[in-house]
């Protein structure tokens, strides 16, 4: 946004992000500023807010079945997946990590790790640790009993009980896991809350924080910090609230950790897409998150684009073209969903380009004129290429793909699929 206005060069903060007064023009900052985290390596990978904000997945394949699982883990890794996580439900299952840890690496994968530990899990989680980059625990799980359908409440000294009870059976998990410098994410999950976070926070955004919170304080008594969160729900809603109530009590109490976002059980198609869209891009554009999963009910490797998508959409990372293209009017001189394809076709395997194609020449130039590269049509049967601003050559409808590409290698901009 730009717009003219006396006085000196400034700056003015405002709930939406900066305003900059330079020479008389008001202009709004419109980069993303995202919470200050510290640094957690998973593997060589980092999380954080001075680093790229990171896709990951998860295979469905058992993991006993160990050809099955290395084989998902490099699909994942081969669509650009760069952390991948795998249940982990049995001592059988971890003892299995360390033959797919093997495996991968003797293939030159070297994607890392991260182990999905449940129910009382303790025992299988500092089995598994030794075979993987970071364990993921979910507190409502962690340290399991099961509901007792009689009980109306919990007593302080109950709740006190309980939450030394977590104390000494995390600490070992903290204690391994420091040593081995290795990382810790505290996954909550809004459908598997403790019975006594239920009881006294209510099945809420507010219980899962309060759920995360326990382990984060537990972890900090220690001096382990290589910590990484998630509040995950079904809702948006739920998981929007949730994780701006635990980023605040985070930040509040001084634990600076990076937020792994996502929303569970999105489904599949083209819902799922945009319910994961709802919460991760909502977030990502307030400043939070550092490592995002798109969870479809389809296969794994199909998340990872969406997520990629995500973050280019924002701004936060560019790891593919970027098409600008009119949503077509009686204006428009071609076919554009059809110029479109063969335009993505030609170029889809390029990075870092914005191109634009746009239907005729009203608002062409100016819509596109951030876009590297422009297809515009000036005329019946007449494509106009530009380059940035500048009109570059007119040439016919038949031949304005492949002048495109020309004119992209031209530049020295492109490279071959």
Avoid at 29 to 44: E, K, S
Avoid at 104 to 133: S, T, Y
Avoid at 203 to 218: H, L, N, W, Y
Wanted: hydrophobic share 40%; charged share 20%; net charge negative.
């Amino acid at each position: 946004m730009t717009a003219t206005l006396p006085g000196p060069s400034t700056q003015v903060e405002t709930s939406h992000g900066t305003l900059k007064v330079d020479s008389g023009l008001l202009r709004y900052d419109t980069r993303i500023r995202r919470r200050p985290t510290r640094t957690v390596m998973v593997g060589h990978v980092p999380i954080g807010s001075n680093h790229p904000v990171v896709v990951q997945s998860m295979i469905n394949e058992d993991t006993m079945d160990i050809p099955a699982a290395v084989a998902g883990i490099r699909r994942l890794a081969d669509a650009g997946c760069e952390i991948v996580r795998v249940t982990v439900p049995s001592l059988s299952h971890a003892k299995a990590m360390g033959h797919i840890r093997q495996q991968l690496r003797d293939q030159g994968c070297m994607v890392p790790l991260v182990a999905d530990v449940h129910h009382n899990g303790i025992k299988i989680a500092l089995a598994v640790a030794q075979h993987v980059d970071k364990v993921r625990i979910n507190p409502g799980l962690f340290v399991f009993d099961r509901p007792d359908p009689d009980r109306q409440s919990f007593s302080a000294a109950e709740f006190t009980a309980a939450g030394q009870r977590i104390r000494a059976t995390f600490g070992p998990l903290v204690e391994l896991l420091k040593e081995q410098n290795k990382a810790l994410r505290i996954g909550v999950n809004h459908g598997s809350l403790a019975e006594r976070m239920v009881f006294t926070h209510g099945d809420t955004p507010q219980g899962m924080a309060e759920s995360a919170m326990e382990f984060i304080r537990i972890c900090g008594e220690m001096d382990f910090h290589n910590i990484v969160v998630s509040m995950k729900a079904s809702r948006a809603a739920v998981m929007l609230a949730a994780y701006r109530l635990v980023a605040d009590a985070m930040d509040a109490e001084g634990f600076n950790y990076p937020l792994h976002l996502g929303v569970t059980e999105a489904g599949d198609g083209d819902y799922g897409r945009i319910k994961s869209t709802a919460g991760i891009a909502t977030l990502l554009a307030e400043g939070l998150g550092d490592t995002i999963r798109v969870s479809l009910t389809e296969a794994p490797e199909r998340e990872i684009p969406v997520g990629f998508s995500i973050l280019q959409a924002l701004g936060l990372r560019k790891t593919m073209v970027e098409y600008v293209a009119c949503p077509s009017c009686g204006r428009t001189l071609f076919n554009l969903e059809e110029v479109l394809k063969q335009v993505r076709a030609a170029t889809g395997h390029l990075t870092g380009l914005d191109i634009a194609v746009m239907g005729c020449i009203v608002n062409g130039p100016g819509e596109m004129a951030d876009a590297d590269y422009g297809y515009v049509g000036k005329g019946p049967g007449i494509i106009c290429l530009y380059r940035g601003r500048e009109e570059i050559r007119k040439v016919p409808e038949s031949e304005g793909v492949e002048a495109l590409v020309a004119l992209i290698k031209e530049d020295g901009r492109w490279i071959d699929p």
